[in-house]
C-alpha cells in the first residue's frame, strides 16, 4: 500500500477556516459530554430500572463493535467532510427526535434505546472521518496540537458535559435540556459546512455509493491485513488496547472510596473531577512533550507511569494520595492517546487510515468492558477487597509497556533500527 499523500483538491485551509473548524468540534464534543448523562437520566425516568440505565450508557462501545469495521471501509472511500456532515445531521435528528417525543409525552425506553444507538452508530462515522480531515489539515507539529486541543476538549467536554446537562435540567426541565443537547450536533454541522471543501481526493472519488460498498469487504480486509503487517502501529494497538483493559480497573474507584475507605460522595466527586483534570492535563501536555524524535518514549513512559500509578492506588489508604494517583493515570493514558492518534495519523496511508483507525478503537473500546468485569470479578472473589486488584493491573500494565517498548518500539525510536517507519513488508 503506498503512502503517497492524496491530491490535494481546493488547497489548504486558512488559519481563520481552520478555527472555524476546531470551533465546531468544540459544540461536537460538547454534544458527546451532553449526551453521556442525558440518555441514561431519560431512561432512568422513564423505567426507573438502574440496568436500563446502564444499557443506555453502552452504545458507543457497542456501536465500534457493530460498524467499526464497515464504517471505516466506507470513510476511506468518502470524502470525510461530507462524511462529517451526514453524521452530525443524523445525530442531530436522532436528538431531536428524542427530545419532541420526551416533550410530547410520547416516549419509551425502547425509542431512547433505538435513537441512541443510531446516534453513536452516527458518531463512529464521525469520528473515523475526523481523524481522516485531521491528517488532511494538519501536518507536522500542528498535528500534534491539532489532537491535543481536540482531545483536551473531549476530555474537559466529559467533566463540563453532564455537568451542564444537570443544570440545564434543573432549570428548564430534563425534557427541555435534550433540545440542547441536538444544537451542538447542528452547530457542528454548521461549522463544517461553512469551511467549504478541503484535503484530498478520496480512494472512491468518481464512485457510486453502490460501487463503494460492493468493495467494504475486500477494503475491511486490506485495512486488517495492513494493521498486521504493520509492526510499530500493531505494537500500538495491543499497547492501547491492553491498557485499556486494565485502567478499567477504574470501574471500582467508587466502591473502594465509598465502601472500603469509608469516605462519602463528595470525595469520591473529588477523585473523579481530578481524574477528569488529569486527562485535560494529558492531553494539552502532548504538543510540548511529544516532539519528533521522543514520540514513542512518551508513549511507553506514559504507559508505565499508568501502571505504577494504578499498582499505587491499591496501596493507597488517604483521599489526597488516591485523587492524585487518579490524575497521573487519567493524564498518562490520555498522554499515550493523543501520541498514538498523531504516530498513526503520520505512518498510516491516507487512503486506508479510516480503516486503520476504527479497527484500533473497536480493539480499544472492547478491551474496557472486558477488563471491568474481570476487575469485578477477581474483587468479588478477594472478599470485595479491590486493593489488590489495582495493584495486580497496575503491574500488568507496567510489564505490558516494558515488554511492547523491548519487543520493538524501541526499534522505530530514534538511533533504533528503523526509526519510527513502519515494516509494512
Known sequence: MSGKRPTVGRGQPSASQFAVFLGGQVFSLLGDGLAFLAVPLVVLELSGDPFAAA???APRTVGYLLVGLFAGALVDRLDPRATMLVADGVRFSAFLTLALLAHTGGLQVWMVLVLAFLASGAGVFFETALTVAVRDLAQGRRLVRTNSWLEATNQASLVVGPGLFGVLSAFFGLNTALFGNAATYLLSLVTIFAIGRFGGTPAGAGATTRGALRKLRADMADGLRFLRD?????????LQATANLFIAVETLTPFYVRNHLGFGDSALGVVVGLGGLGGVLGAAGAARLATPGRRLGVVALSAVCLGVALALMGLADGLAPLAALNLLVSGSAVLAVVVIRSVRQELVPREILGRVTATARMAALAASPLGAMAAGFLAGLNHSDPRPVFV??????????????????????????????????
Open 55 to 57: 444499557l443506555a450508557a
Open 230 to 238: 504493520a509492526r510499530l502501529i500493531l505494537l500500538l494497538t495491543i
Open 392 to 425: 495486580g493491573f497496575g503491574l500488568l500494565a507496567t510489564v505490558t509497556a516494558a515488554f511492547a517498548w523491548f519487543a520493538g518500539l524501541r526499534d522505530h525510536a530514534p538511533g533504533g533500527a528503523r526509526a519510527e517507519a513502519p515494516d509494512t513488508a
